[in-house]
Structures are given as structure tokens and as C-alpha cells.
């Protein structure tokens, strides 16, 4: 570990927190494999999924280690609109 890796707290040096990994819109509707694939809220009839989708269409930018963001890809999954496998390639 160098010793950029650390940061002063105000009592002692903690590890430096890791950089967030962001990605807009554009780039995260791209990991979708064909533009088929792609989720499209009016492709789907649970108005619960066309609102996620929708969100996902809406924002700017998306934090690919969030936790949430993988939480919110999981609906997609129970809608077979992204299998299990394909998501980590989504979120990578």
C-alpha cells in the first residue's frame, strides 16, 4: 500500500475510500447485448417494471457498484427481460 492510499480522519489514517464506478445512461442501455434486448417500458405489462425501466431511461448516470443498482436489475430478471447470467455482464 502506498502511502497516497491513506487518508487523515482527524484522529488517524484510514483507508481512502474507493473510487465509485459511474456510468451514464447511454453506456449502461449499450450492456443490453441487441437494441431487442434492450428494456423498453412499454414492451412490458407490470406497471411496476415499466416504472423501473423507465427510471433507468431517465437517469443520468447509474453507480454500477451500488448495491441498489443491482437490486434494481433484479426485476428485470423476474420478467425475463435480462437473464441471471447476462447481469453481471451489465453491471461489470
Do not use: C
Amino acid at each position: 500500500m502506498t502511502r497516497y492510499a491513506n487518508r487523515w480522519d482527524g484522529r488517524a489514517f484510514v483507508p481512502a475510500p474507493s473510487a465509485r464506478r459511474v456510468i451514464p445512461r447511454l453506456k449502461l442501455l449499450q450492456r443490453f447485448t441487441r437494441p431487442s434486448a434492450r428494456p423498453s417500458a412499454s414492451a412490458v405489462a407490470s406497471p411496476e417494471l415499466a416504472d423501473r425501466i423507465e427510471q433507468a431511461h431517465l437517469a443520468r448516470e447509474t453507480d454500477v457498484d451500488a448495491p441498489t443498482t443491482a437490486a434494481e436489475l433484479n426485476p428485470l430478471v423476474a420478467g425475463r427481460l435480462l437473464t441471471a447470467e447476462r447481469m453481471p455482464a451489465v453491471l461489470a
